[in-house]
């Protein structure tokens, strides 16, 4: 019986690349400095040696000798989001660069499900936890998140927060109600007078800070918006549909439907479809978040936008960072009315 040959060792590549085992090891395993690790030459030198002589690195190994896995876990309400999945893609093309993957969780905006997200995060030890669920006011709900959070971290993770919140932790956000405002100033502006604006629910922070600058935004131009033209339903698609549906019957009283994100236009816009209105001819309908695929198809289309890919990128530079210089990193959102950048006052 002819012996088996024994698997390629990290000793072997490094003497094949004539480089130490540690630099090696950085070199295919990512050090302090990610893939950044070392020189391009020696990199290539190590990456090289290992193709030739078969050798590939052992995650399962590398989780046991660190601890820690090279991985993230990015948790969103919504993996269908417009959104999340630009951020989602901001983090994974981040995290190749450091030579890690990412495990996407996604809560359905469900507190419950939340909860036993994180619980359920402990055991797979994770280098970094970003999340990117909208934040709340509801405070019995964010101590227990804060709760496990802490759990996570005293273990070792390092975890980083995307958009405002109250959980004392790095955070990543944009200053969504100075960008609504703004949004609001470029609107009014152009002629526009009478609005609806559909949100998500009251208690999402992202949600209110939107709502109370588009709001303030207006009231500098006399324009006042009654409670009752302002909709909070699900921060979706169907949630835009559905804000639409219930003011079916007063479409007429609005020149303007306000959408504080680009996914709630999207459903705003096939209600009004249904409803025999052609946007923007009939009922403009405006957004949040840029989503590209909308000002491609309505070039004319306001939203506001926002670096949601950056978002990611940042959230993970920041969870990697031994020590962090910041714990808030606040990205600039720019208003686009009717198609242009609006005038930042």
């Known amino acids: 019986m002819t012996e088996r040959a024994k698997p390629p060792t990290l000793a072997d590549v490094a003497r094949l690349a004539d480089v130490s085992v540690p630099a090696a090891s950085r070199a295919l395993n990512g050090g302090v400095r990610g893939m950044k690790s070392g020189s391009p030459e020696m990199r290539a030198r190590v990456e090289q040696a290992a193709l030739t002589l078969g050798y590939s690195v052992n995650p399962a190994a590398q989780t046991i000798k660190g601890g820690r896995a090279r991985t993230a876990a990015f948790i969103v309400a919504d993996i269908d989001d417009f959104g999340s999945a630009t951020m989602i893609a901001g983090v994974m093309h981040a995290a190749e660069d450091h030579g890690m993957s990412v495990a ?125 033209d302002i909709i909070h339903t699900e921060f979706s698609r169907n949630g835009g549909y559905q804000a639409v549906s219930e003011i079916a019957d007063r479409l007429g009283e609005f020149d303007v439907i306000t959408a504080m994100s680009d996914a709630m236009a999207v459903g705003a816009i096939a209600r009004l479809r249904e409803l025999d209105l052609t946007v923007p001819r009939d009922m403009e309908v405006t957004g949040f978040d840029h989503v590209p695929m909308l000002g491609d198809v309505l070039q004319s289309f306001s939203t506001v936008e926002v670096p949601l890919e950056r978002f990611g990128a940042e959230a993970l530079a920041l969870a990697l960072a031994e020590e962090p210089t910041k714990v808030l990193i606040s990205l600039e959102a720019t208003p686009i009315v009717h198609g242009e950048p609006a005038r930042l006052l």
Do not use: C
């Open 104 to 228: 996407v969780r996604t809560t359905k905006d469900d507190p419950q499900r939340e909860l036993q997200i994180l619980a359920q995060l402990r055991g797979e030890r994770h280098r970094a936890i970003i999340m990117a669920t909208s934040r709340t006011t509801d405070p019995a709900r964010e101590a227990a998140v804060g709760e496990q959070l802490q759990i996570l971290a005293d273990h070792g993770a390092h975890i980083v927060i995307i958009g405002d919140n109250e959980l004392g932790f790095p955070t990543v956000t944009v200053d969504n109600h100075r960008a609504a405002r703004l949004l609001a100033e470029g609107l009014a502006r152009a002629g526009r007078r009478r609005f609806a604006v559909i949100s998500g629910p009251a208690v999402e922070i992202t949600a209110r800070d939107r709502v109370q600058g588009f709001v303030e935004g207006l009231a500098e131009y006399d324009i006042h918006v009654d409670e009752r």
